[in-house]
């Protein structure tokens, strides 16, 4: 049984990980006892504290878990589950608030009828509780009465505790929810009943030129004094970064046609052409089943691929052939027309050599001139040694990634909210090249200042005029169609986008505006809506179909419609009702005080040191 707990133990109680959190918090930091709490706080829910080492340590129990499931997580996936793990605090400390303040409890006879009456799925599945391949709830009760058993025991008293708890609120929270006959028919039809439409758009960034629209300087001024508060922005980090590219040059492709050539001869001079491309090959797909491409159709391949592959007599081995992916040793087994079967070894282009050697001085160069100081010179300098261009990151706002251009770059914007001006972060590796940053401030949330945002309130201020003229096309289509041209006539002559959708229903429609989904289904087959306006663009619907719901099936269905109806909205109650209490709760998060840049941790260390040499 020991064993079985081994395999089983974690899956079991990690469906608990939420409710053993309440515990947790009450027991671990000594609020539950007599012991003195000693660690600081990482942030408070209504005036509650929560302890920082507990908060860590549920942290680093998660990520332990995600990388035991799906490998080694970059710096922002850690972020992501550091703030899963502050939700769970949160909900947790939010639910137990609600329970008490409710006079929920869970009495002893509760938990212990549940526990014997109700066993955890995940032990219902085990093979230890089985009879005739049915879980045998006799096996269940006996193990109940085990030493083992009583190892687990408080555990599972605590999650049947939260469960009990949990099921009170949320029928106190859904008691009402009722669901009437009209109501539950609205909801059939949304299912069911479909329409088929045209639509013409409007697209004012599209529709009209920027050659259409003139801007004096002085309506850039007025157009921000009167917009301030669309110009809002969260807090957002202004960064400089060196680089170092890292693209194969003409070396590392020499080097794999070596490579390719050398493969060629290996299977030339009789080694199997499956097990070399499940060696070399860096067709992952292909090289599990030995470069074993099946059937594709002329075209469907790189240019230069097809070329060879559709005149390459059969069952003879290619020169290596190159294409954007590097380059292919080719064997056509089969070919009919403008379809072939064959396999290929793909050599990629990598850099290699000489090459690698010297990308791997200037990181290590890198590394140690500019990476993880305080200094800001320390860019300067490493841009000097190098002979790099520093160049300018785009603005990243708190929560988004760090661009340049349109690469995204990982990490950079966790570290960047977390740095002091003038500060440089680790070397961050992509694909393409290897970068070291430069925090070079930080801008508070709020409303910029007009000079700072010039080119985004222009830009704002075209879009506005666009509006204006897209307005005007409008007008245009709908005297054109009321004249009696068709909708794709007057939209085709006015070089509008237009397009047929459909069938669809109102839960599933191709477009997520609600205002024209409601349009759509207002209107009868072969008629024709004015003007759209929303905010996305200006849009006129023609009906080219429009398909009633079943009210005969509707009745057939009532009571098992009703049955799933009422789950739902019971569900959908729960989820508004956490998200109101979330909402209304006084949340202080302090988390930022635990993660220090490494530049920061290594200058604490380094004067921690020095005090201790000074003693």
């Given amino acids: ?120 799925q ?47 609120l949320l029928r106190v929270v859904t008691a009402d929810v ?100 499940k060696r070399e090959s860096a067709d992952s797909a292909s090289a599990t089943h030995g470069g074993d491409l099946g059937e594709w159709k002329k075209g469907a391949m790189d240019p230069a ?27 056509v087994s089969e070919r009919k027309g403008a379809t072939a079967k064959g396999r290929h070894v793909l050599i990629p282009i990598e850099i290699t050599g000489t090459h690698r050697d010297h990308l791997d001085a200037e990181a290590d160069s890198l590394e140690s001139l500019a990476a993880n100081r305080l200094d800001p010179a320390a860019l300067d300098t490493v841009a000097r040694v190098l002979g790099l261009k520093i160049g300018k990151a785009n603005p990243a706002q708190e929560g988004t990634k760090v661009q340049l251009g349109v690469q995204v770059v990982p990490e950079a914007g966790i570290w960047a909210f977390r740095a002091k001006p003038g500060e440089t972060g680790k070397v961050v590796e992509t694909p393409y090249a290897m970068y070291v940053f430069r925090l070079d401030s930080v801008q508070a949330a709020g409303i910029p200042p007009v000079a700072q945002i010039r080119p985004a309130v222009e830009m704002a201020l075209r879009d506005d005029k666009k509006w204006a003229g897209a307005r005007l096309i409008g007008k245009d289509l709908q005297k054109r169609v009321s004249e009696g041209s068709s909708l794709t006539q007057a939209a085709t002559a006015l070089h509008l986008a237009h397009q047929e959708f459909g069938p669809f229903t109102r839960i599933n429609p191709p477009f997520p505006n609600p205002v024209l989904v409601g349009t759509a289904f207002s209107l009868d ?52 009702y956490v998200t109101a209490l979330k909402d209304a709760a006084k949340i202080v998060d302090q988390r930022s005080q635990l993660y220090k840049t490494d530049a920061q941790a290594e200058a604490a260390a380094a004067t921690q040191n020095a005090g201790k040499k000074g003693v």
């Avoid at 006129?540 to 789950?567: C, N, Y």
């Fill in 1 to 120: 049984m020991m064993q079985f707990f081994r395999k089983y133990g974690a899956p079991v109680f990690a469906a608990a990980a939420l409710l053993l959190i309440v515990w947790m918090l009450w027991d671990l930091s000594g609020l539950g006892s007599s012991g003195v709490r000693q660690s600081t706080d990482v942030g408070k829910v209504n005036g509650s504290a929560i302890d920082s080492r507990l908060y860590q340590e549920v942290v680093r129990q998660s990520i332990d878990q995600q990388q035991r499931q799906g490998g080694t997580l970059d710096e922002d996936e850690i972020e992501q589950v550091r703030n899963q793990v502050w939700d769970q605090f949160v909900q947790a400390r939010i639910l137990t608030t609600e329970y008490d303040r409710r006079h929920l409890s869970a009495s002893a006879d509760e938990i212990a009828d549940a526990i014997k009456s109700q066993p955890p």
């Fill in 122 to 168: 995940e032990l219902m599945k085990a093979p230890e509780f089985q009879t005739d391949s049915q879980f045998d709830m006799a096996k269940y009760q006996r193990w109940l009465q085990s030493g083992v058993a009583q190892q687990y025991l408080p555990q599972l008293e605590e999650q049947y505790r939260q469960e009990i708890l949990r099921s009170k």
């Fill in 178 to 277: 009722y669901l009437s006959d009209p109501a539950l028919w609205q909801k059939f039809r949304d299912e069911h009943e479909q329409v088929k439409i045209e639509l013409a758009a409007i697209i004012p960034r599209n529709a009209v030129p920027d050659s259409a629209v003139k801007i004096a300087p002085d309506e850039i001024d007025k157009y921000y004094a009167a917009h301030r508060d669309d110009f809002k922005r969260p807090r957002t980090a202004y960064l400089s970064y060196v680089g170092i590219p890292r693209f194969a040059d003409a070396s590392d492709s020499v080097a794999a046609r070596a490579r390719a050539e050398a493969v060629r001869k290996e299977i030339a001079d009789g080694a199997p052409f499956a097990e070399v491309a």
């Fill in 305 to 331: 691929f097809d070329a060879v592959a559709f005149s390459l007599p059969l069952h003879t081995l290619s020169q290596p052939v190159l294409t954007n992916f590097g380059y292919h040793i080719i064997e």
């Fill in 525 to 576: 087959t072969g008629k024709v809506s004015g003007i759209i306006d929303t905010k996305e663009g200006l849009y006129m619907i023609r009906s080219l179909a429009h398909i009633k719901a079943d009210s005969a099936e509707f009745t057939k269905k009532l009571d098992e419609l009703r049955g799933k109806a009422i789950t739902a909205a019971r569900q959908e109650r729960v989820r508004n």
